[in-house]
């Protein structure tokens, strides 16, 4: 499954929002440094769609806001 993340960096909290099918919004503590804020998204991403965190691939957008990510949600 492919989805689209807006993510928002330094947030009070870690939540993920579901938009429409196959957009989502999150919001992470974690500052946008050294790939610490795309980590914190595989590991929140991976709980919330309840697959393991080696099942989720960033594949566009690692540097930008708006992402493209994989879900093998075997």
Same mark, same amino acid.
């Given at each position: 499954? #492919?989805?689209? *993340?807006? *993510?928002?960096? #330094?947030s009070s909290r870690n939540? *993920? *929002?579901k938009i429409s099918d196959g957009e989502y919004k999150v919001r992470l503590t974690a500052a946008p440094v050294d790939g610490a804020a795309n980590e914190a998204l595989v590991k929140l991403l991976a709980e919330y769609f309840d697959v393991a965190k080696s099942n989720i691939k960033i594949v566009g957008g690692k540097s930008a806001r708006t992402k493209v990510v994989d879900i093998d949600a075997k």
């Open positions: 499954m #492919r989805i689209y *993340v807006k *993510v928002t960096p #330094r939540e *993920v *929002v």
